[in-house]
């Protein structure tokens, strides 16, 4: 008998999945547009108790060979959030193209992962993103490198996530939280980059990111950064909703 101590920190308790937070991400290349939408959009996709915190919007398309959960592409998408004195940011979709990341974020943080085709390519001057599901193109993100930027023009912040966990008996009431994460990412000297930028989303009621319609396109992003996830904060319990 394998005895509780003895089990690893994920399941399969003899072979764990994934290793305890934090996890590193190390030199790996990220493209990011920022656009406005109509805070109304935000509102639609936010789950309570968050409020929107402004109508900008991120996108993220990475390529991770070095972290401590294997490699991998990711593909998310921010929105501007608030719950009381909490500021941040809340990802309404979010996609990895490997299982350890996708059972990890979602077990440990409640990240809303799902399993799509994620690319990342260089064509002329342009920097080509794309996230694929059944065929269907459902996030498309063009940038180019104009001139150095900074982390600190990007409006992100915290991480907000709903954490769900659905109940094993039938009369067993799911696990729901919010959690709050606040990751450390930093950029290769050099190697943060700015320009004109584009995002297109086809459209799917199964994968609904065209929800978050482009108003005006601010800014495309790419460089080489790192990025430290510690354990998050459970600022919100659902057991009484």
């Not at 990011?32 to 805070?39: A, C, P, Q």
């Not at 966990?165 to 994460?181: H, K, M, N, S, Y």
């Not at 000297?189 to 004109?196: I, L, Q, R, W």
Request: charged fraction near 25%.
């Amino acid at each position: 008998m394998l005895k509780v101590k003895e089990w690893g920190y994920s399941n399969p308790v003899i072979s764990p999945l994934y290793p305890s937070p934090p996890l590193y991400w190390i030199d790996f290349q990220v493209q990011l547009v920022v656009y406005e939408t109509d805070i109304s959009n935000v509102e639609k996709l936010l789950p309570y108790p968050l409020e929107p915190n402004g109508n900008k919007v991120i996108t993220w398309i990475s390529d991770e060979p070095f972290t401590n959960q294997g490699s991998g592409k990711e593909a998310a998408i921010y929105v501007q959030a608030r719950y009381k004195d909490y500021v941040g940011v809340y990802e309404p979709f979010l996609y990895v193209n490997s299982e350890i990341p996708l059972c990890g974020g979602r077990e440990i943080w409640g990240y809303c992962k799902k399993i799509a085709n994620i690319s990342l390519h260089f064509e002329k001057e342009q920097v080509r993103g794309e996230v694929e599901r059944v065929r269907t193109k459902i996030m498309k993100c063009l940038c180019i490198r104009e001139v150095p930027a900074k982390l600190e023009e990007l409006p992100f912040g915290p991480i907000f996530s709903v954490k769900v966990i659905p109940g094993a008996a039938e009369d067993e009431p799911p696990l729901r939280q919010l959690v709050l994460t606040e990751g450390e990412m930093t950029a290769k000297e050099g190697m943060f980059y700015k320009g004109k930028g584009s995002v297109d989303y086809e459209r799917s009621e199964i994968d609904p990111t065209y929800i978050l319609e482009v108003k005006r396109v601010i800014a495309g992003y790419y460089g080489i950064l790192s990025f430290v996830l510690p354990h998050g904060k459970i600022i919100y319990r659902y057991e009484d909703v």
